[in-house]
C-alpha cells in the first residue's frame, strides 16, 4: 500500500473512534487481496481504543505473511474514557502454512494477553499462494491473565507435523491436513486427505487422535482419487478403523464416494451413503447393509441418471434392532423405474425419488413438450419428434406411474404466445403403501395439522413414535405464515428442519414434530423463524447472482448443528453478508464455510457452496 494511502486508513481509523456509539458497536474493516491494512502505522496502541488494537492486530498478521481478509469488533471500547474493557475481535487470515500462525500469535503475546475461544483452519485448495484460511475468534485482555492457549502447537498437537494439503507444490502421497477445528475446553477435530484408503493405516502412528469418524469420501483430484476423512470423538459414530473398513467393501459394489453418520430426531443415528451403480447391484447393496448385527435399513433413496444405464444415488438408511424383522424392500418395483426406456432427451434431469410410501420421477422438458404429455393441442408439431412426445407418459403408465404435477420452472406459457421457449418439470408417481393422508383435506389429519399446512400442500405425514414427519410444498413467500403456526405449545414442539428452495419452483420443507415439550423449544423456534425469515436469500434467481446471494438447502437438527447450501457470483458475499447476519440471530455462532465448487452458467460463474454453524439446541435453556 502506498504512504499516501496508508495515511488515509489511519485517518479514516480515527474518525471510526470519534463518531462510533462508545460500546458495543460493530467495526468492521475488509482488506484487498494481498493489501496491507496498516499502512504506515508502526506503534502499538494500548486498549484505549479498539481501532487502535485492530490496526495493530492486522499489522501483525501482515507482518507475518498473513493476509488479513476480514477483522471485525464484536465488542470492547471504542474511545479513551474506556480503557479497561477487554476486546473481542473475528478474523479471518489467510497464509501458506502453520508457522506463519504461531508467529503471529506469538507477536500478540509479546503485546497483549490474547485468548482464543475458537480456531477453525482449513484448506483453500491448490493453486493459491496462501492456501490456508485460519478463521477465528480473538480476545485482548484489558487486564494481565494468561494467555490461552499458551501456544498455537496445543491446538495442531498432534498433527502439526502434518503437510497442509494446498501449496504450489502437491504432495502425491501420505496423509496430508485438510482442516481442524478446535473450540477451548472441547476435544479438537480434524480433517485428513489422502491418495489412497491405505495410507490412513498410518494414522495410529502419529499420537492420541479422536478415534471414531463421522464421515469418509472420495473426490477426483488431478486426474486421481482424493479420500476425505474427519476424526472425532462422538461415540454415536463409528470408530475409523470401522468406517474406512465399510467404504471399502462397499466400493467393491459400487463406486462409492461418501459415507456419513447423521444424527436424526430423537437422537436417532442415519447413515448416508453416496454412490453410482447399475440396477442390477440394487440386490447386493441392500444385503450389504443387512447383514451384520447392526442391521441398516433404506428409508429414502434419491436417484438420478448417469451414463452406462447407471444412476447416482442418494440413500439414507436406519439401525433395525435385532429383534425386529426387516422391512421388505421392494428391489424389482425400484428396478422396473431405473430400467424403463425412458427418452434420451429428458434423461439429464430426471430424478428419482424412493420413500416407503411412494417412488416418483420427475423430468424437465420445453413447455410444447410437456403439453402434449398433458393431452393439449401442441402449436409447434415440428419443434420435437412423435417419439419423444409420447414415450415419457406410456413409459411412466406402463409401470403403474400416473402423473401428479406440471409446474412451469422457467421461459414462456401458453398463455404469452411463446410456446416451445419455456421449460416446464413434469412428475409421475406411484404410490406402494398408504399415506394415511389425502392432501390437506385427508380424513386422517386432525384440524390442528389441517390448519397448520393450509398455506401449503401436505405430500407425506410419517408417524415416528413420539414425533411426526411432514414433508409440505409450499411457495416461498408463504413459508413465514407455515412457520409461524410451529410456535412451541404444551401439544408439539418443533424438532428439526429441512428447507429446499430453488426458484422459480415452490420450495419444500421437511418438518419433524414431537409431542413432548424441551428445556430450549422457544429459542430453537425462533431460530429457524428467524432463518427462514426475509433477512435471507430464499428466492433469488440465478440472473440477479450480480447483487446477492441465493439460497438453496437448510438443515437444522434438534441439537443446534445448521448447515446451509447456495450459490453465488461472489464468494466474498458469503463472509461480508451472509456470516454477519447469522451472528445476528441470537444463539448462533461458528459460521464456517465448508465446500465451494464451481460452474458455468447463462450469468457468468457460480459457486456453489455449503456453510455450517452452531446455533440454539433444544436440551439447553
Known amino acids: 500500500m502506498h504512504a499516501a494511502t496508508g495515511v488515509l486508513f489511519v485517518l479514516l481509523l480515527g474518525l471510526v473512534c470519534v463518531f462510533s456509539p462508545v460500546y458495543g458497536q460493530v467495526n468492521e474493516i475488509e482488506t484487498p487481496e494481498g493489501g496491507d491494512p496498516s499502512g504506515q502505522r508502526t506503534a502499538f496502541s494500548n486498549l484505549a481504543g479498539s481501532a487502535g488494537v485492530m490496526t495493530d492486530v492486522m499489522n501483525l498478521a501482515g507482518a507475518n505473511d498473513l493476509e488479513v481478509f476480514r477483522c471485525t469488533l464484536i465488542s470492547g471500547a471504542n474511545t479513551d474514557t474506556e480503557k479497561n474493557s477487554d476486546l473481542s475481535f473475528k478474523v479471518v487470515l489467510f497464509g501458506n502454512g502453520f508457522d506463519a500462525f504461531r508467529k503471529f500469535y506469538s507477536s500478540i503475546q509479546k503485546n497483549w494477553t490474547p485468548v482464543i475461544k475458537q480456531l477453525n483452519a482449513r484448506s483453500r485448495g491448490p493453486g493459491s499462494e496462501k492456501f490456508i484460511e485460519f478463521s477465528f475468534d480473538l480476545m485482548i485482555k484489558a487486564a494481565g491473565g494468561v494467555a490461552h492457549p499458551a501456544s498455537i502447537d496445543e491446538i495442531v498437537r498432534p498433527l502439526g507435523n502434518l503437510p497442509f494439503f494446498g501449496g504450489e507444490s502437491v504432495i502425491a502421497s501420505g496423509i496430508q491436513l485438510f482442516a481442524i477445528s478446535w473450540e477451548n475446553g472441547k476435544q479438537t477435530s480434524f480433517q485428513v486427505v489422502a491418495h489412497s484408503l ?161 417412488m416418483t420421477i420427475s423430468a424437465e422438458m420445453r413447455e410444447s413438450e ?79 395439522e389441517k390448519n397448520l399446512f393450509s398455506a401449503g400442500n401436505l405430500i407425506e405425514r410419517i408417524p415416528l413414535g413420539e414425533s411426526t414427519r411432514y414433508h409440505v410444498r409450499i411457495p416461498v413467500n408463504m413459508l413465514p405464515k407455515l412457520i409461524s403456526g410451529l410456535s412451541p405449545n404444551d401439544k408439539r414442539t418443533l424438532t428439526s428442519f429441512s428447507l429446499r428452495c430453488e426458484p422459480p419452483a415452490d420450495s419444500e420443507a421437511i418438518i419433524t414434530i414431537s409431542h413432548k415439550s424441551f428445556p430450549g423449544a422457544g429459542r430453537f423456534f425462533q431460530m429457524i423463524q428467524e432463518l427462514v425469515g426475509t433477512r435471507f436469500p430464499w428466492n433469488v434467481p440465478d440472473d440477479s447472482l450480480a447483487k446477492s446471494i441465493s439460497l438453496h438447502e437448510l438443515d437444522v437438527s434438534m441439537e443446534g448443528q445448521i448447515q446451509i447450501r447456495g450459490v453465488t457470483a461472489k464468494s466474498g458475499r458469503i463472509f461480508s453478508e451472509l456470516f454477519p447476519s447469522l451472528q445476528r440471530i441470537p444463539g448462533i455462532s461458528e459460521p464456517f464455510f465448508r465446500e465451494g465448487n464451481y460452474r458455468d452458467s447463462p450469468y457468468g460463474r457460480l459457486m456453489k457452496f455449503s456453510i455450517t454453524a452452531t446455533g440454539a439446541s433444544l436440551h439447553s435453556n
Open 370 to 448: 410437456a403439453k402434449d404429455i398433458l393431452g393439449r393441442q401442441n402449436t409447434h408439431p415440428a419443434e420435437h419428434s412423435q417419439e419423444q412426445k409420447i414415450s415419457l407418459s406410456e413409459t411412466a403408465n406402463s409401470i403403474g406411474m400416473n402423473l401428479l404435477d406440471s409446474k412451469a420452472i422457467s421461459g414462456g406459457t401458453a398463455d404469452d404466445g411463446n410456446v416451445g421457449e419455456g421449460r416446464v418439470r413434469v412428475v409421475f408417481i406411484k404410490k406402494l403403501a398408504p399415506d394415511n393422508l389425502s392432501g390437506t383435506s385427508g380424513s386422517t389429519l386432525n384440524s390442528d
Open 198 to 358: 491405505d495410507e490412513f493405516a498410518t494414522l495410529a502412528s502419529l499420537g492420541d487422535l479422536p478415534n471414531r469418524s463421522r464421515t469418509i469420501s472420495r473426490s477426483s483430484f488431478s486426474g486421481s482419487a482424493l479420500y476425505n476423512l474427519d476424526l472425532c470423538v462422538d461415540s454415536t459414530c463409528p470408530k475409523t478403523d470401522e468406517l474406512i473398513t465399510q467404504f471399502r467393501e462397499l466400493g467393491k459394489i459400487a463406486d462409492t464416494r461418501e459415507l456419513s453418520i447423521e444424527k436424526a430426531p430423537g437422537d436417532a443415528v442415519i447413515i448416508k451413503t453416496i454412490l453410482t451403480a447399475a440396477p442390477a447391484d440394487i440386490d447386493s447393496l441392500v444385503a450389504f447393509f443387512s447383514k451384520n448385527s447392526e442391521r441398516w435399513e433404506i428409508t429414502l433413496i434419491d436417484a438420478t441418471p448417469t451414463d452406462a444405464g447407471r444412476w447416482s444415488f442418494s440413500l439414507f438408511l436406519r439401525m433395525v434392532p435385532v429383534e425386529r424383522t426387516l422391512t421388505a424392500f421392494p428391489v424389482d418395483e425400484i428396478r422396473k423405474v431405473l430400467v424403463a426406456s425412458w427418452p434420451e432427451s429428458v434423461r439429464e434431469n430426471m430424478k428419482f425419488s424412493w420413500t416407503p410410501a411412494r
